[in-house]
């Protein structure tokens, strides 16, 4: 599957971890009696159905149940992706499992990814279980199984490639810049908590994304010729199941609020709307869609064409 046995240039990104990463440095979040907990718990902006016509704008019950709950799912999700994704596939690069030969302190900077994603899924929950209890906003059920599945699903056909997809999964993610890292952290309309465990994780994150850049470089270098084109076809698909938001939980949210059957699939229609939603996704993979187009991903025969397809890159 790899052709050669060129070691991964190392990089500096972690060289402080030890002082810096957040499970290092910071105590653990807590809401305390000088926190506004009647705050948003998230950037209403950031909630698409908050504004559907649908939805009424004079309860502000309603609109902050709703921002509630979007808060919730998004801090289910990233307990469980941090885990099911990133840990999965950072452990393998760790413990040497990858396939590619990499330096020690490679591996190393591996397993600090592995600590601080364990980290990010374990404050995820507590904050969600924090603004729960203190609120009295009860969480709605969340399933992460369709999402996994789905990511899961690319490539299935070739199961002999299951590592090296479990691979370009943590690489897609790990490289995407969403709005919510930085949006958060600077907006006072949203509770202390909230915006405090996103700086901590967008910081993290910033070194996690420094690493994937560069492993993903070498990987590419490594690939023998044939199974570039393979993978170069494998990620149109991953950085849309990666970014594509989840409906059924805004879904269920919205159904929780008396709101009929037929109603609810037209907010969910109207506020995620294919142009919407490739337009988003556009935007939050454009540092990942360069790193590919960097590399030569974009050189494989029919990649391109791929990529446009799928509305990642415009005609």
């Known amino acids: 599957m790899f052709a050669g046995d060129a070691p991964m240039p190392r990089i500096e990104a972690f060289r402080n971890w030890y002082e810096r990463a957040g499970v290092r440095s910071e105590h653990r979040k807590m809401i305390d009696a000088e926190d506004d907990i009647h705050k948003a718990f998230f950037p209403e902006h950031l909630v698409p159905h908050l504004g559907h016509p649908l939805v009424d704008q004079d309860d502000p019950v309603l609109r902050r149940y709703l921002v509630a709950q979007h808060a919730y799912q998004w801090l289910r999700f990233t307990m469980h992706f941090e885990v099911a994704v990133v840990v999965r596939a950072s452990q393998k690069i760790a413990d040497g499992s990858s396939g590619l030969h990499l330096h020690e302190a490679t591996r190393m900077d591996a397993y600090k990814i592995v600590v601080d994603e364990g980290y990010h899924s374990l404050y995820s929950l507590?904050?969600?279980h924090q603004l729960v209890n203190r609120s009295g906003i009860p969480a709605l059920d969340y399933d992460f199984g369709p999402f996994i599945a789905g990511l899961d699903a690319v490539g299935e056909e070739f199961p002999q490639h299951r590592r090296l997809v479990e691979l370009l999964q943590v690489v897609v993610f790990e490289t995407l810049v969403t709005s919510i890292l930085s949006d958060i952290p600077p907006d006072e309309s949203v509770v202390t908590i909230m915006r405090e465990t996103v700086r901590e994780h967008a910081i993290d994150e910033g070194r996690h994304h420094a690493f994937f850049s560069a492993f993903f470089k070498h990987l590419w270098s490594q690939l023998e010729p044939?199974?570039?084109?393979?993978?170069?076809h494998y990620l149109p698909p991953l950085v849309l199941r990666s970014l594509?938001?989840?409906?059924?939980?805004?879904?269920?949210?919205?159904?929780s609020t008396g709101l009929s059957e037929t109603q609810v699939k037209d907010v969910i229609a109207d506020s995620f709307s294919s142009e919407k939603v490739l337009g988003g996704i556009r935007h939050s993979a454009a540092k990942t869609l360069r790193l590919f187009e960097e590399v030569g991903v974009l050189e494989q025969p029919g990649a391109r064409d791929a990529f446009t397809e799928q509305g990642l890159i415009l005609p």
Do not use: E, G, H
Not at 226 to 232: D, F, G, M
């Open 126 to 128: 507590d904050v969600q």
């Open 226 to 232: 044939p199974l570039r084109q393979r993978v170069a």
């Open 244 to 255: 594509r938001p989840a409906t059924d939980p805004a879904r269920d949210a919205l159904l």
